[in-house]
Each structure stands twice: as C-alpha cells, then as structure tokens.
C-alpha cells in the first residue's frame, strides 16, 4: 500500500529531525567547540556529557554504560542508552581518535586524550582491552578555588590557611591520592596561589590543569599520528621546561621516568613546583615517587641515591582522599619533610622523616594538627605573610595528656 509506505517514511523522517534536534540541543549545552563528527560518534552520550550531575561515563560496550555522579554513592547503570552494535561502537572509537588526532588500532589499541570541552577520555580496543571500553572523565565547569574547595568541605579555613602558606613560601608539593580523589581540583586551587608575575610550565598527558596565570606555558604530550613520528613523552617535556626559564613547573600526572626528571628540577634552583601521584597516603607517596624514579635511564639509580633525591627535593606531601562514607573528597593529611627528610638503617632500610602537620580524624569528624612546622619552613612561609593555624593536639596527645592528669 502505497499510502502507508509513504507514511512511514515521513514517520522516520520526522523521527529522525526530531534526534537531530535533540541531539543538536545537547550538544549547545557542552562547552568548548565540538567538531560534527566528534558529536556524530558521541551521539548516544550526548545527554550524559550535558547533565552537570554527571562526572564520569563509562562505556563497557556498545549496550553498556554506567556513570557517577554527584550526589550518589558507586556507579549506575544506564538502560537504553548506546550504540546500535558493537561495529557501530568501534567505528565511534576511531572517529574519536581520528578528529583528536590520536592513533587508534589494534597496534595502538590504547587512547589517552581530551576532549574540546576539558573532558578526559580513554578508550582500549582489542588486544589490548578483551571489548571495547570507553571511559570520559568530566572536569567542573568552574575553575577550583579555595573558595570552592572549603564550600564543599573539602578543607577548612585552617587547613587553606596552611596549603596557601606553603604555596607563596615556595615550598615543592607532592600532592598523593588515589583515582578520583580530586588531585587535580586540589592542584588548580594550589596554581590560584602562584603569583601573577611568576611563569607557570604545566606537563600534562591530556591537559586538565586550568591555570589563571598570564604568564602560562602548557605542555602536552603528543601521540604519533603518522607511522614514524617521533612521540613526545612527559620526561621529554620535563626536561624542556627546564629551559623555558620557568619560576614553577606542575607535572599534572608523574607515572614514570619523568620522576627523576622533576626531582632534579625541584632540588636544582626549580623549587616551588607541584606534582600529583597516585599512592595509599601520604608516605607512600614518597615511596612510589622514589620507585617512578628509579625508571629512569641514568646510571648508578640505586634505591639509596633515588631516596636522598627525594628527601631533598620535596617540601611537603598533600594527600587527597575519597571517603566512601559521604562522598567527599578531603585533604587528609599534610607531610613536612625534615632535612634530611630521609635515613637509611644499616641493612639499607629507608625511611623517610617527616612531620605529620595536618590529619583529618574520622572519630571527632575534623582536622587535627598534630605537629609545628619546622623552623626553616615557618621562615619560608614567614617571609610572604603566610600564618599558621595554632597547634591543636592530635588524638594521641591528647590520650597521653588524660594518662597523666589520672
């Protein structure tokens, strides 16, 4: 029947230009400018990439999909959205490859980039991942402040008060956590801080870092595109920095080699920098710093020599955590390193000396302030108007106290 073909043609016609216009609605709410065929393969998450409630997307395959959120614990699966199968899933991958300029194939099966509105994503294909899996990291629309940090309860007043002293003292700061911790809300609220005449070099993988800085230089590593190209790695833009006459580099992400790198940098008239690594607490984020470097292609790296850069050249240690309780992300302990911040035990055992200047404490709910800085970083932090909150004792202290006063 003629009359009902042409129906329901015009039916999916329509169907289609409202999709199209839909779709054309979502994509006005990301930010940034989105190439079509960037919008094309991103089609289904479209709505998801524009809910302001939504902070990370993961696609497991062509008809599984789960996000996180704002305001929820875990990640929830969303049903009915996705790809039409899994070859449409995978031509989606490579088109977002293709329109970023990154390699994906079953030779380079990985892909680490961002996208136009400061999305992270990274996609693994076969051999190297069993399906497909897509994975989109979405960053505030805001640029994090301090101000931001302690409404979210994030810090307090005291605990700014000390992670803005250690900034204008020009102190190296190592900021640890784990995945999704908020590092790097944490390390553009720490940037807000560096004085305007200062220049800034940040090195990243994918750029996230939102420096406010005039003076500001971003470095980013660079995939070969092209069979033959020559790749630019972290350690490479590292060690560039160091003659783009910076007075702070920021290492978004230290994975690798590129450690000893910024440990020369920090211990070599380069001082003031930060640098965020993925670690359990605070100390062992000195471990895995000096473990990183020891990667490096330099003779003679004994775990000994790696330990004694380390405790040279890092200040301070800012360990950032997700509390799985409530969902927030806090500081939960600040590091001051001795000089020398580490000593050896006669069977070669290290162990790195530090003062434990802030603690959160889930039992009284609050930050702790177990211990004073020393003298030479009250004299670093003294010299730009930083202040100190007053010592208040830890829980240990104040059991001690009780013991004696029974």
Known sequence: MPGASQAKRAQAVESDEASAGSQFGEAAKLRGSWPDGLLQALTPLLPLLADDQVTEIEANAFDDVWVKGHGWRGHRRVDGVGWTDPADFLIACIRIGDVIGRRLSNRSPLLNARLPGGERVNIGIPP????????????????????????????????????????????????????????????????????????????????????????????????????????????????NALRQTPDRI????????????????????????????????????????????????????????????????????????????????????????ERPGVRFGRGGEIEYRYRRLVEWSDETNDWLFPSEPTARLRRATAACGGRWPKHRPSEDERTEVDELDT
């Open 250 to 337: 920021i290492v978004g992400e230290v994975r690798g080699e590129e450690a000893f790198y910024l440990l020369r940098a920090f211990s070599t008239g380069h001082g003031g920098g930060f640098g965020t690594i993925h670690s359990n607490d605070g100390e062992d984020g000195l471990h895995q710093l000096q473990l990183l470097a020891q990667m490096a292609p330099v003779a003679g790296l004994t775990a000994q020599v790696v330990a004694a850069m380390v405790g040279r050249a890092v200040d301070v240690v800012i360990y950032q955590r997700y509390f799985d309780a409530d969902g927030a992300r806090r500081v939960a302990e600040i590091l001051e390193l």
């Open 128 to 239: 190297a991942c069993e399906r497909l899996a897509l994975t989109i990291r979405k960053f505030p629309a805001e640029t994090m402040t301090f101000d931001i940090l302690e409404r979210k309860g994030s810090v307090n007043k005291a605990v700014r008060q000390v992670c803005e002293a250690l900034v204008l003292g020009r102190q190296s700061i190592l900021v640890a956590g784990g995945t999704g911790a908020g590092k790097t809300s944490l390390l553009n609220a720490l940037s807000r801080m560096i004085p305007p005449h200062e220049r800034i070099v940040t090195i990243e993988d994918a750029r996230e870092l939102q420096v406010q800085q005039p003076n500001w230089v971003a470095m980013e590593t660079v995939e070969p595109y092209e069979a033959g190209a020559t790749p630019v790695t972290i350690g490479d833009l590292v060690r």
